[in-house]
């Protein structure tokens, strides 16, 4: 059975690029510190806790992809590449161990606000996001704060070139687990933007 992935319906593709319209969305996020690779797992097992039961009725609710995992810190000076992991400068800490990142889930569509289970944790909060246009890099293999950065800034530069306006931070999406054969792994930079 395939894993339940965000709707969307390609406005725009050339080579590794798209411009997508996703339809509005319910997230559970939390928010964590620490350099990437930390952020991400601390965040993933929080989440993961809540899906798997951990919440007001005990109910398991199915993993969907990706992962998604941005910079959540407002004081950073530069810009991240970034999210679900990341990839982010700071002007924190050399080591990036200052850091905040904001990790989240996509709920599976068939939940309302309402009908959503309430978290235990009071780290895991519920939002939603509504529909949006978001510009999208896609590549595979391992990441790395350099290889986000570089993907990050090749798609700034594609959404430049398509006279689109980016808003806000860009997000790191992970699609596969941590055992998927780095070739078959799907990684994407996501920017949300306006036409």
Known sequence: MATEEPKYVLLDKSESFELRA????IVAEVKVDGDLDAASTQGFRLIAAYIFGKNQVSEKIAMTAPVGIESSDQNKSAKIAMTAPVAIESNKSPDNAGNQWTVSFVMPAEYTLA???????????IREVPAE???VITFSGFYNEEKVRE???????????KNLKSVGEPQFARYNPPWTLPFMRRN???IQVLD
């Open 188 to 190: 994407e930079v996501m």
């Open 22 to 25: 996703y339809a509005p969305q």
């Open 151 to 161: 993907k990050t800034q090749a798609l700034r530069d594609w959404v430049k070139i």
């Open 133 to 135: 246009k978001r510009a």
């Open 115 to 125: 009908s959503l289970p309430k978290p235990l944790n009071p780290q895991v909060k």
